[in-house]
């Protein structure tokens, strides 16, 4: 949706600069101008820095739907956080960050952190990356059907838009 709204924000403006930009028909200039090299228009030099706003994913990074084929593995995943939650009254006070679905849904990828880490977060990691596409690093390891990789240090998430 943002990046729907980014492009057509950028042609609307674009066409506003050739509007006010372009030359009468009954005008004509005293010499013609001089071109070795055709100036890129407003369109093209907006759609570069559009290009600019694109998420990066990491090369080697894998979908969240591929992660429970790489168990026992060091990957990195990438996706949308569907659903965010601490739970500080369970024990080890984890918070979930379950990618690509929400819990109940075992087709999920949860990052787990522990309490004993949240303390190397800025913000709470519940709040911090609610919606957003991110990836993260880590080993998997499948608990109670779901695919999760236990997260220590912010390092390991990154957010991709």
């Not at 979930?96 to 309490?115: E, K, L, M, S, Y």
């Amino acid at each position: 949706m943002k990046r729907i709204v980014i492009v057509l924000l950028v042609i609307l403006f674009a066409l506003a600069l050739i509007g006010c930009t372009s030359t009468p028909a009954l005008i004509e200039p005293a010499e013609p101008p001089q071109q070795s090299t055709p100036a890129p228009s407003p369109v093209d030099e907006l759609a570069l820095q559009v290009e600019e706003f694109e998420p990066q994913i990491p090369s080697d990074a894998i979908d969240w739907t591929e992660a429970g084929q790489h168990v026992g593995q060091v990957v990195t995943i990438y996706g949308t956080v569907a659903g965010a939650r601490f739970v500080s009254g369970s024990n080890g006070q984890p918070t979930f960050i379950n990618i690509g679905v929400d819990h109940p849904n075992q087709n999920r990828v949860t990052a787990v952190i522990w309490g004993e880490n949240r303390g190397n977060f800025s913000q709470a990691p519940e709040i911090m990356y609610r919606g957003r596409t991110i990836t993260v690093t880590g080993e998997v390891y499948i608990f109670d059907g779901a695919a999760n990789i236990e997260v220590t240090s912010p390092a390991q998430i990154q957010v991709i838009e």
